[in-house]
């Protein structure tokens, strides 16, 4: 096992890893722009380094710092959190040609998921259902035509190397694909620099459903059930759950093992989300994060186990601690994502914390790193605090979510909290029934935002 591991992160993910590390008695070191250097994960780590000024580009997307602050410190291993460099194939190599692990999955496995196009093609071949669409890139508009015609209309154009949103279009006809085409393209090429594309299908009214695996990288893998996250903005998720309203156990245990068995098949390591879009029943593959989620506290409270604990197991060589049999389903679990926005724009807002308290009691947990006093800087995320609440089933996780919300004040900024106020009010999120698009419609009709 390790002795000493850095954190390549900051914020709640940051604190989350610090905090595992302590419980396993490994030393945790942070790592900070000049910016952070007040911030709680700093505060709360064994040890910190300072690796550059605000800008991410100088510091916590800084490979050199990194890898320097591991060696100034000693530390054996990083541990990416999510985002910044949790899914940077070159970042894994360079790690690893200096004599460090990476607490995640291999170069090679971060390489093929992080290409849409290869990912599809891998997951196809691993007997993972897809998204009827084009075989690889499509480099024409009169190609991108062809295919549109070939599926059926409405189709959804990508970026290859896209994420968070970006690059992703949607052409209802086609009289909409010249512009959807061109503008994806241009996104792509514009965020990632690659202005490569691929069609797929565009379902009109899928849920969001994603599954947790875990691998050891000996040919064992196990999924940890799904979650749902159909209720997003623009792309991003602010409302999550586990287990998903709509899944059977029959369907659960199907579409589980075929993810499990992919990963096995891979020799997977470490933790991944194998996300797809879920309508009348079926399951279509749309991506696969080879990172730990944000929302991995709804999969940690149903099924009791600690994700980062066991990553970090892995990544020292130790077998898994459980086995599929082991993982039996307790109860459910909910998460929101508290973001310093103003509404109803969701427009970023930085700022000091005048006051700040954490709800309690039996069921909840709050993954934040706000403290009294503390100012939210403009340069990062603006996700500031995730509210997670567990309960006997759905309607208990509910009232506690509802109460737990209440409790929660964040004073000094704007935040998303009322938002889930008023989410909690409305018939089809108490019932479960709603979709990827149900939100976005919601927030038009009640807050004038698209």
Not at 364 to 391: C, Q, T
């Amino acid at each position: 096992m390790f002795k000493k591991i850095l954190i390549a992160n900051r914020g709640e993910i940051a604190l989350r890893v610090i905090r595992a590390a302590r419980e396993m008695g490994i030393v945790s070191v942070a790592v900070h722009s000049t910016a952070d250097s007040d911030a709680m994960h700093v505060r709360m780590a064994d040890e910190s380094v300072c690796i550059g000024p605000p800008s991410s580009q100088q510091s916590y997307l800084s490979i050199p710092s990194i890898i320097a602050a591991c060696e100034i410190t000693g530390a054996e291993a990083i541990h990416p959190g999510y985002g910044f460099l949790s899914e940077n194939a070159g970042f894994v190599q360079i790690i690893e040609d200096h004599g460090l692990t990476f607490i995640g999955p291999t170069a090679a496995h971060i390489r093929i998921m992080g290409d849409k196009i290869t990912a599809k093609d891998t997951m196809k071949e691993l007997g993972v259902p897809c998204v009827p669409g084009s075989d690889g890139g499509v480099a024409t508009l009169d190609e991108a035509k062809r295919i549109g015609d070939e599926i059926g209309y409405p189709v959804i154009i990508k970026a290859t190397a896209g994420g968070g949103g970006k690059g992703m279009k949607v052409a209802q006809t086609a009289a909409d694909m010249e512009r959807a085409f061109m503008t994806a393209r241009a996104e792509g090429k514009s965020n990632f620099g690659n202005d490569e594309v691929y069609i797929e299908k565009y379902l009109t009214t899928p849920r969001h459903i994603e599954i947790q695996v875990f691998g050891d990288g000996k040919g064992r893998a196990v999924h940890l059930g799904e979650r749902d996250c159909s209720l997003q903005r623009r792309h991003q998720k602010v409302f999550e759950e586990a287990p998903g309203p709509s899944i059977t156990e029959a369907e659960r245990a199907r579409i589980g093992k075929v993810c499990a068995d992919a990963m096995a098949n891979i020799n997977y390591i470490g933790a991944g989300t194998i996300e797809f879009l879920y309508e009348n029943g079926e399951f279509y593959f749309i991506e696969m994060n080879t990172r730990l989620q944000v929302e991995h506290p709804v999969t940690e409270g149903i099924f009791g186990v600690d994700l980062v604990r066991e990553q970090i197991r892995v990544a020292s060589g130790m077998d898994m601690s459980f086995t599929q049999e082991d993982l039996k389903i307790n109860g459910h679990a909910i998460e929101v994502r508290i973001n310093a926005e103003k509404l109803p724009n969701f427009s970023p807002c930085p700022g000091k914390i005048t006051q700040y308290h954490a709800p309690g009691g039996l069921g909840v947990r709050m993954d934040s790193a706000l403290y009294d006093g503390y100012s939210i800087p403009p340069y990062y995320d603006s996700l500031i605090g995730k509210l997670i609440v567990h309960g006997r089933d759905r309607p208990e996780a509910l009232a506690r979510l509802k109460r737990a919300l209440g409790e929660l004040i964040v004073d000094g900024v704007d935040t998303t909290i009322p938002l889930f106020h008023a989410l909690l009010e409305e018939k089809d999120v108490l019932t479960g029934d709603y979709n990827i698009h149900w939100l976005e419609h919601w927030l038009e009709n009640n807050l004038g935002d698209a």
